[in-house]
T-cell receptor
Framework: EDQVTQSPEALRLQEGESSSLNCSYT??????LFWYRQDPGKGPEFLFT???AGEEKEKERLKATLTKKESFLHITAPKPEDSATYLC???????????????FGKGTKLSVKP | KAGVTQTPRYLIKTRGQQVTLSCSPI?????VSWYQQTPGQGLQFLFE???????NKGNFPGRFSGRQFSNSRSEMNVSTLELGDSALYLC??????????FGNGTRLTVT
C-alpha cells in the first residue's frame, strides 16, 4: 500500500535556526513527490515537485531533496513568516502509465519564533 | 490569473441533511480533484474529474458524489450527512502534468 509518513509532527525553531523536515514514503512506482505549504484557514500552496532520486529544488530559504525512500525539506535561517504546516505527497504511476491521485502525509507544523 | 475558487467558505448543516459544494478551477485547467482534510486523517482523496468524466475515485462511501460541467466547474454532493463528515473540503485543479493548485476550501460543520 502506498504510504507517506512525515516527521516530526511539530517543530519549533528560533529565527535563524536551520533544520530539516522528513518525508518517508513507500510507493509502487513513483511519478513525483510534492511539497506543499499550508497556512491556517487556507488551502495547500505548491512549493516543489521532485521526480527522481538525487534531484534537488530550491526556493528562497527552502531546499527539497529526494532519495529512493525519503525526501527532506531543508529550511535555512528561517523567519517567522515561514511558520506553516508543510505537507508532503506522492503520486504513483498506475498500470498503463496513467497517474494516480496524490497521497499526503499528515504534515509537519513549523513554528518560527523571533 | 485567478486561482481556484470554492463556495461557500463555511457551511453548518444538521445530521441527515445533504450539501452541495462548488469549485471553479483555474482558467484552462480541465482536471478537478476533491480532497477531505481532517485533523486525524489529514488529506484524503475523494475523486477526480476530467472532461466531465470521473477518472479516479477514493475510498469513500457512495454518499459522496461529484460531477463536472462542460466549463470544467465542479460540484460535490454529500447526502445523509453524518457528524464525521465535518471537515475542510478542498478542491484542486491541474492542467496536463502541472501540479495540483488548491482552493481555500469549504469548512463543513455537521451538528
Amino acid at each position: 500500500e502506498d504510504q507517506v509518513t512525515q516527521s516530526p509532527e511539530a517543530l519549533r525553531l528560533q529565527e535563524g535556526e536551520s533544520s530539516s523536515l522528513n518525508c518517508s514514503y513507500t510507493v509502487s512506482g513513483l511519478r513525483g513527490l510534492f511539497w506543499y505549504r499550508q497556512d491556517p484557514g487556507k488551502g495547500p500552496e505548491f512549493l516543489f515537485t521532485l521526480y527522481s532520486a538525487g534531484e534537488e529544488k530550491e526556493k528562497e530559504r527552502l531546499k527539497a531533496t529526494l532519495t529512493k525512500k525519503e525526501s527532506f525539506l531543508h529550511i535555512t535561517a528561517p523567519k517567522p513568516e515561514d511558520s506553516a504546516t508543510y505537507l508532503c505527497a506522492v503520486q504513483a504511476v498506475l498500470h498503463g502509465g496513467s497517474q494516480g491521485n496524490l497521497i499526503f502525509g499528515k504534515g509537519t507544523k513549523l513554528s518560527v519564533k523571533p | 490569473k485567478a486561482g481556484v475558487t470554492q463556495t461557500p467558505r463555511y457551511l453548518i448543516k444538521t445530521r441527515g441533511q445533504q450539501v452541495t459544494l462548488s469549485c471553479s478551477p483555474i482558467s484552462g485547467h480541465r482536471s478537478v480533484s476533491w480532497y477531505q482534510q481532517t485533523p486525524g486523517q489529514g488529506l484524503q482523496f475523494l475523486f477526480e474529474y476530467f472532461s466531465e468524466t470521473q477518472r479516479n475515485k477514493g475510498n469513500f462511501p457512495g454518499r459522496f458524489s461529484g460531477r463536472q460541467f462542460s466549463n470544467s466547474r465542479s460540484e460535490m454532493n454529500v447526502s445523509t450527512l453524518e457528524l464525521g463528515d465535518s471537515a475542510l473540503y478542498l478542491c484542486a485543479s491541474s492542467s496536463g502534468n502541472s501540479p495540483l493548485h488548491f482552493g481555500n476550501g469549504t469548512r463543513l460543520t455537521v451538528t
